[in-house]
């Protein structure tokens, strides 16, 4: 799984895979907008998501980790690689445990 690390300057960057994640994260897991305006994984790779209406959730959602004291957080529509898939699969299994 992949998470999203907060930075000190507000930013946030995707992590490499983590087997066992060992730190605390926030999870945020629901779509606010239009399909087409919700950031994916393949957006954070090449940089293009930050012109998406939902890129705002993903602020929003990094904000308030950090007001929970955490700096890793998970939202479902772009920490997933979802072209793979055996990673969709193994997502949607760890969601249900």
Known sequence: ???????????FSLTNDI???????????HTWGEDDEEVT??????????TKNGYKKLRFCGQQAA?????????DTCCIN???STELSEAINSMFR
Do not use: C, H
């Open 1 to 11: 799984m992949r998470l999203l690390k907060l930075e000190a300057n507000g930013e």
């Open 19 to 29: 087997t066992y994640p060992t730190t605390p994260y926030a999870i945020l897991s």
């Open 41 to 50: 994984f393949d957006n954070l790779k090449d940089g293009s998501g930050k």
């Open 67 to 75: 007001r929970n004291g955490l700096q890793y957080f998970w939202v």
């Open 82 to 84: 979802k072209s793979n």
